[in-house]
């Protein structure tokens, strides 16, 4: 059993920063890869970003591409993303998740992960 509490969420304007935390328990957490997912009010929920166990392979979604930054600690049981160059459009609930599948690497679906957080807002003024 793997328990994810997100945290880091706040208002920020357009252009700032924010880190997402999300803390598991259990000592398990090295055996899954990490997924962050968001949803907007009025939205599905979509993929941002995922990280391998080890944290050496990380994918990401064409819209975050290159001003978000997913990184792991597995020595705190700890995932993060660094998100840069806030835009209005990246304002949502953050959700991250544990996906036992370690071998899949580039995926960005949703189902196959086991655990969820209960999610962060994040808010991002213009």
């Known amino acids: 059993q793997v328990q994810l509490v997100e945290s880091g969420g706040g208002l920020v304007q357009a252009g700032g920063s924010l880190r997402l935390s999300c803390a598991a328990s259990?000592?398990?957490?090295?055996?899954?890869?990490m997924g962050w997912f968001r949803q907007a009010p009025g939205k599905e929920r979509e993929f941002v970003a995922r990280?391998?166990?080890?944290?050496?392979?990380?994918y990401y979604a064409d819209s975050v591409k290159g001003r978000f930054t997913v990184s792991r600690d597995n020595a705190k049981n700890t995932v993060y993303l660094q998100m840069n160059s806030l835009k209005p459009e990246d304002a949502a609930v953050y959700y991250c998740?544990?996906?036992?599948?370690?071998?899949?690497?580039?995926?960005?679906?949703?189902?196959?992960?086991?655990?969820w957080g209960q999610g962060t807002q994040v808010t991002v003024s213009s």
């Open positions: 998740a544990a996906d036992p599948r370690t071998h899949l690497i580039y995926y960005s679906g949703m189902t196959g992960y086991n655990y």
């Open positions: 990280i391998s166990w080890s944290g050496g392979i990380t």
């Open positions: 259990g000592r398990t957490f090295s055996s899954y890869a």
